[in-house]
């Protein structure tokens, strides 16, 4: 696969984006070839393409199926697997916001949790308070995230959209 100047310039940018996420530029590459692409890739035409390694490529596509952002298709007449990803960008960031959340602020709750329980049962009061603080907004974001998954990606756009006007609507503009 021969890449434009375009999506050259996506894909490298998509990689540098990755690694300022916290995710691996190859992982993040391999991503914007798959999201760029007409068609399902086999992962030695995504090596290929991208000039890395085929192991690099296996633990690549591994670890975009583990985030949901890619899966295994077959092709008719090929015996290989070929990978595609999401093509509508709002149930891919659907994918991307569930995962972040388990990964990241799931575990963040459940210590907060814990370091509230235990420092009401000492002298931290005001450390029970702040941690108590903190617990509260992530339990806010957390059922705004749980409302927010219930909502299908059409729903979700129109609600990005008219975020500005709900807010002048709830007096918070």
């Known amino acids: 696969m021969n890449l434009t100047p375009t999506t050259q310039k996506f894909v490298l940018h998509w990689g540098e984006m990755g690694t300022r996420w916290g995710i691996n530029r190859t992982v993040a ?4 070839l798959l999201f760029i692409s007409s068609k399902p890739l086999a992962a030695e035409e995504i090596a290929a393409t991208l000039s890395v390694a085929r192991s690099n490529v296996s633990t690549s596509l591994r670890e975009l199926q583990a985030w949901g952002l890619a899966k295994v298709v ?3 007449g090929d015996r290989r697997d070929h990978f595609e990803t999401f093509r509508d960008v709002w149930a891919m960031f659907k994918v991307v916001l569930n995962e ?3 990964r990241e602020i799931d575990p963040t ?4 949790r814990e370091a509230v329980a235990q420092a009401g049962k000492g002298s931290e009061l005001e450390v029970q308070k702040r941690l108590g603080d903190m617990l509260e907004f992530f339990e806010t974001a957390t059922l705004a995230h ?17 975020g500005g ?3 002048k609507l709830l007096g918070g503009a």
Not at 29 to 32: N, R, T
Not at 109 to 112: G, H, K, N, R, S
Not at 147 to 155: C, D, V
């Open 29 to 32: 590459q391999i991503h914007a």
């Open 74 to 76: 077959h092709v008719l």
């Open 100 to 102: 972040r959340k388990r």
């Open 165 to 167: 006007k709900l807010q």
């Open 146 to 162: 749980e409302e927010y998954m219930r909502m299908s990606p059409a729903a979700m756009k129109r609600v990005v959209k008219y």
């Open 109 to 112: 709750v459940e210590l907060l």
